[in-house]
């Protein structure tokens, strides 16, 4: 048996029913909100950022004349009439040098990882390192639909045979856009010898083809107490409306299967900055690209502070898996709640300022969930900070995190999740400050 509040139980009748009658319709009443994700504002575009601009960073746009930008380096871009710009080169590289670095520092670069781990950078300190890089593009023909757009950094020149110190200049944190599908996923490169040196995370959240129609497309990477956080976010109907559809947490683990030339481990984390970062794809013939930009991001990273938790309560529980389960320390306990829009709200017992929340999920090893995480500092009134889909990867709490406001609720609504069974199921729910 589960039990609801007074407000959602004709709702949840009605849901249940819908599922009895025809998948289909279960389908439809499961679809997530196509809302941001947890947007903070506009750029100088008037594209959403994620995370606000470092006081101080530097910030790359692509100007109205690409050719006369010396920090820019790849194939001649011609503008379309519609403002866009049309790239004919099937392999294309469109690399932009951080403020301070030229080419001819490449040979003054810092290579040994070791090394790296200390200083933080392979230029100097204006490399790009914590960065939101973003771009609208428009896949018109290419040759192999398995392919994908990257957007990557931290790291110079990906060139060369595999001899250092030119092999170790290739190292990044690589967002992979494939054109089939829309799937995304991340790469770990760790030194660049053709396919060596690479760790791949699995494609997720496979949707519409991207070609025919412009796309937002962006990368972030910044560093945390506990490693690199790196996220993706799809704009698909370009409407600057944003959706989280990937996230990785890369804290030791995450592995290459060769040894590492680069005096680093296996599973190093990139911690450094580098003087490149890059828009990336191959066997595409003809691409439209607007919008394009990078910004040094400054996002909080230290938001990891768990804060104490006075109750918790729920929309829908079950007897054996009441709300009190989701904040007693325990994973092997749970949450679970019927319902499509079932939500667990934990009661922090007065206000406090949180940048971020952690989530575990029953059975979140096999199964992806989307939710939206919400704040209130009344209980009444709430304000959307996040929204987005787990990995389906681990079962340990996955840590999202957004600019820090005052609250004392924090709502956990859940609208999915891969096996379209109805049920939520969180084993932990926390919030964070920093």
């Known amino acids: 048996m589960f039990k609801t509040a007074p407000g959602l139980a004709r709702a949840l ?12 319709a ?19 575009d008037g594209i959403a950022m994620m995370y606000p601009t470092k006081a101080g960073g530097q910030v790359w746009r692509l100007g109205s004349n690409p050719a006369g930008d010396s920090r820019l380096d790849g194939p001649a871009l011609r503008r379309n009439s519609d403002g866009t710009f049309k790239v004919t080169e ?45 771009g609208y593009v428009r896949l018109n023909t290419t040759s192999d639909a398995d392919q994908e757009f990257t957007w990557y950094a931290r790291g110079a020149r990906h060139t060369g045979s595999g001899a250092t110190p030119e092999t170790c200049w290739g190292t990044a944190y690589k967002a992979n856009l494939r054109f089939r599908d829309g799937a995304t996923r991340w790469q770990k490169e760790l030194f660049h010898d053709g396919g060596d040196g690479y760790a791949s995370r699995p494609w997720q959240n496979a949707g519409a083809s991207v070609q025919g129609r412009l796309v937002g497309f962006k990368a972030v990477m910044f560093n945390t107490a506990a490693g690199v956080r790196l996220e993706t976010y799809l704009d698909r109907n370009n409407t600057n409306t944003w959706t989280q559809v990937a996230s990785y ?42 919008r394009l930009s990078i ?62 929340a952690g989530v575990a999920w029953h059975r979140g090893d096999v199964r992806w969930n989307d939710y939206t995480i919400y ?18 990867t681990t079962l340990q709490a996955e840590v999202t995190t957004f600019p820090g406001r005052s609250a004392r609720y924090v709502k956990y609504a859940w609208w999915n999740n891969a096996e379209a069974n109805g049920w939520a199921s969180i084993t932990e729910a926390t919030a964070l400050s920093a």
């Not at 009748?13 to 009895?20: D, F, P, R, S």
């Not at 003087?275 to 690209?289: C, G, K, S, Y």
């Open 295 to 356: 910004r040094e991001i400054n996002p909080g990273a230290t938001c990891n502070r768990v804060q104490p938790v006075v109750s918790a309560s729920a929309s829908t529980y079950e007897d054996v898996n009441p709300p009190r389960n989701a904040v007693d320390g325990n994973l092997s306990t749970r949450w679970s709640g019927y319902g499509y829009g079932a939500y667990l709200t934990v009661d922090l017992g007065t206000q406090r300022t949180i940048c971020g």
């Open 375 to 392: 704040t209130s500092v009344d209980g009444v009134t709430y304000t959307k900070a996040w929204e987005g889909r787990s990995s389906g």
């Open 26 to 44: 279960l389908i439809a009443v499961a679809a997530r909100p196509a809302a941001a994700a947890g947007p903070i504002g506009n750029d100088a």
């Open 13 to 24: 009748l009605a849901m249940t029913a819908l599922a009895l009658l025809a998948s289909t």
């Open 249 to 290: 947490d890369d804290q030791g683990g995450w592995a290459i299967a060769q040894d590492n030339r680069c005096g680093g481990t296996r599973d190093e984390v990139v911690r450094w900055g580098g003087p490149i970062a890059t828009f990336r794809w191959d066997l595409a013939q003809d691409v439209d690209v607007t």
């Open 90 to 134: 099937a392999n294309t590289r469109l690399g932009v040098l951080s403020a301070t670095y030229d080419h001819g520092d490449e040979n003054s670069l810092v290579w040994s990882q070791p090394t790296l781990r200390k200083v933080g950078y392979q230029h100097d300190a204006s490399d790009w390192r914590d960065v939101e890089i973003t």
